[in-house]
């Protein structure tokens, strides 16, 4: 399989993810579908908590429970202040491939 | 028998005693009278995560794994803090063991329910936010029916972190009304939960936690307990004090409730995961590292000016500190724990003994001293899982919590005393073989597991570690009925974790042949 199209399998599944985890969502701030740009806390509306719900989702799709996540959720040393679907799909493809 | 467990999170004799003096609670006083009760003790850090997955577990913090609501790692990355959840408790809980031995349980607002694990019965989890608690409980279509059941509202009946953070430091007045009367609607909701559920779909045991008994205290202790109340209160303080007896009503009506829809058949057990008392000032025990030497800020830290433990964002709270250049930390305040950094192994020995004699050096304003002890690892949280816990644990003398923050004054005064968390909470029974009009020795929380598999009528699983507390009981009662221990599979991987805590002195080569046994037993991952 071609990286593109690994990466867009990824993308796939990260939406297939965050649309399950934000189903019961009454105030879920996106306007349209999610796109591999997609911003998960500027337009999802993602609190800290949220992040904890992903990565444990992300963990069951996976059965993985090593996935070096503080690898996506800090830059030295400090935690981002968001991430994109197209951003989580790179670090799946880097840690599953 | 049909059990119900009463949870009441952070419960103590010294607010409940007062209020039943006061005629606030006939229905606990009617189980004084028809009970027997004692002294429960915490475990060695009284906080929910650790005292309630213990109660459920009957296991310790070393076999379990849960510390605390987040752990520490520390990766090539930095240090990060995760959020437990139930993935993250290795052994079973009652609600599992129950249900595989063919009993239906009901377990309702508890620690560590999330992610939702298949039972015989129903599970909703407590600590868990609102958008969350559908896909966390069980069975996935429980929902739909109690959804019908008056004052069911997931909005209501959710974590808001944001709500809880308030209770933890300074609330303006105007605040505090509303912010009680949340807790007594979500309190409602939750009973609503399970009455529905005990009404039309009743379980073998039924048990659930009512958390507001401890938010309530953390705000509101100095107006709960008559050592504090003020003995003229303010219209203000009057019309607190008016709405937190409200709130205790509530619960007592609960209690009838609920022991009227058991029957006098049933058994009722009321337990605390810890006691409570106040806290009159505040440990900023990193400034306290930071005069020592032993920590760096990041730059300039904002010096806390409104009695806070925490940041307001976890996630913030890991830039406060220059990593590189810090040997000791406490990273959480609910985990009193302080963590060494940075310290070479053949260092560590001395480093933390010095240490520990520096935390015991420590003196408030009046001259006294302000740690009154130092838990080092191995000796309190001794098994499997022991390293989640911080290297040392401090006891406070007014059992208060760490604050992570920065202070002007390593210990500052409080400007009123606040609710904190005291290791000896409550535990009640009620019903057939238990005693009456009595009061018992003193149990461990990991007495209560076995206590309640026990009143379920199901063996004792021969790893839990604590004692069955048969001086609860009617001794003609228990030789008819005694507690039975099982010696099943599970008996093996016990005595191999007794093992881990034994050897501290194990090779790598041992260490990874018991690693591979305890996974092949499936006990880690």
Not at chain 1, 15 to 23: D, P, R, V
Not at chain 2, 295 to 303: A, M, Q, T
Not at chain 2, 327 to 342: F, H, K, Q, W
Request: negative net charge; contains cysteine; hydrophobic residues 40%.
């Amino acid at each position: 399989m071609s990286d593109v199209s690994v990466e867009q399998r990824y993308e796939k599944d990260v939406i297939e993810i965050l649309s399950e985890l934000t189903a019961d969502w009454d105030d879920l701030g996106l306007n349209g579908a999610m796109s591999p740009d997609t911003a998960i806390v500027a337009e999802l509306g993602f609190e800290s908590l949220d992040v904890v719900y992903l990565v444990t989702s992300i963990e069951e799709r996976y059965d993985r429970r090593d996935l070096p996540f503080e690898q996506l959720l800090m830059v030295e040393g400090s935690y981002v202040t968001d991430l994109t679907v197209k951003q989580i799909a790179q670090f799946l493809r880097e840690q599953l491939n | 028998m049909r059990t119900v467990l009463f949870g009441l999170d952070g419960a103590t004799y010294s607010v409940l005693d007062p209020l039943m003096e006061q005629g606030l609670m006939p229905n606990l006083q009617k189980c004084r009278a028809a009970g027997v009760r004692c002294l429960l003790e915490s475990t060695p850090l009284p906080i929910t995560p650790q005292a309630w997955t213990t109660l459920a577990t009957g296991r310790s913090m070393g076999h379990h794994g849960i510390h605390d609501f987040v752990r520490v790692e520390q990766t090539d990355s930095g240090i990060i803090l995760r959020f437990n959840t139930g993935r993250d408790r290795h052994v079973p809980t009652i609600w599992k063991y129950l249900s595989d031995c063919g009993k239906r349980i009901t377990a309702l607002n508890y620690y560590g329910l999330a992610p939702a694990e298949p039972v015989n019965g129903h599970t909703m989890p407590g600590f868990v936010p609102g958008r969350y608690l559908k896909r966390s409980s069980f069975p996935a279509d429980l929902f739909s029916r109690l959804e019908q059941v008056p004052h069911f509202d997931v909005g209501v009946l959710g974590l808001d972190l944001d709500i809880e953070k308030e209770g933890l430091a300074e609330m303006p007045p105007d605040r505090w009304e509303e912010w009680i009367q949340l807790h007594i609607e979500r309190e409602r909701a939750w009973f609503a939960t399970m009455e529905y559920l005990m009404e039309h779909e009743p379980s073998d045991l039924t048990a659930i936690v009512f958390d507001g008994v401890d938010k309530l205290q953390h705000l509101a202790y100095r107006f709960l307990d008559p050592k504090y109340v003020p003995a003229n209160p303010t219209p203000w303080e009057a019309k607190i004090i008016k709405l937190c007896h409200s709130y205790f009503k509530q619960i007592d009506n609960f209690l009838g409730r609920t022991l009227e829809l058991l029957g006098e058949d049933g058994r009722l057990f009321i337990a605390s995961d810890h006691g409570f008392t106040a806290s009159d000032e505040i440990l900023y025990i990193n400034k306290y590292l930071h005069d020592l030497g032993h920590l760096r800020w990041n730059g300039e830290v904002d010096v806390d000016e409104n009695e806070s433990i925490v940041v307001e964002r976890l996630t913030k709270q890991m830039g406060l500190y220059d990593w590189r250049n810090t040997r000791a930390a406490a990273l959480t305040p609910s985990c009193n724990g302080v963590y060494i950094l940075n310290v070479p192994a053949d260092e560590y020995e001395a480093f933390r003994d010095k240490l520990i004699e520096e935390l015991y050096a420590l003196r408030g304003e009046d001259g006294g001293q302000v740690i009154t002890e130092v838990k080092k690892r191995e000796d309190w949280f001794a098994g499997p899982w022991m390293h989640r816990a911080p290297d040392l644990t401090l006891t406070l003398r007014d059992h208060g919590f760490l604050s992570v923050l920065n202070g002007t004054d390593a210990v500052v005064p409080r400007k009123s005393p606040v609710g904190t968390h005291h290791p000896l909470g409550v535990l009640w029974g009620v019903g057939p073989g238990l005693k009456v009009n009595a009061t018992a020795k003193q149990c461990n929380i990991l007495d209560v597991a076995s206590l309640l598999v026990h009143s379920v009528g199901v063996e004792i699983p021969a790893e839990y570690e604590g004692k069955f507390p048969a001086d609860l009981y009617e001794e003609s009662y228990l030789a008819a009925n005694p507690p039975n221990v099982s010696w099943g599979e599970k008996a093996a991987p016990a005595a191999a974790e007794v093992q881990v805590a034994q050897q501290d002195t194990m090779d790598s080569e041992e260490e990874l042949v018991l690693t591979q046994r305890l996974r092949s037993l499936g006990y880690i991952e």
